[in-house]
């Protein structure tokens, strides 16, 4: 697995709250990573990526996992 550099890298606080608050509040809180919006049920890569946050949500926009990097 990759070695990320120091910061945040997960947010279990976040569950429940809406996914573009989660959004930003992850970016503020890590500068060096983008979080992005996925629906629950999406494929996606399964590569390991340091600088992405994958903030899942359910059919009602509502942070449903906890968003970590990867």
């Given at each position: 697995m990759a070695?990320?550099?120091?910061?945040?890298?997960?947010?279990p606080e976040l569950v429940g709250v809406h996914g573009e608050a989660a959004a930003a509040i992850i970016e503020r809180e890590n500068l060096n990573v983008k979080a992005g919006i996925v629906k629950e049920g999406t494929l996606v890569t399964t590569d390991f990526r340091c600088d992405r946050v994958r903030v899942w949500v359910?059919?009602?926009g509502i942070v449903s996992m906890v968003p970590k990097i990867g």
């Open positions: 070695t990320c550099p120091d910061g945040k890298s997960s947010w359910d059919s009602y």
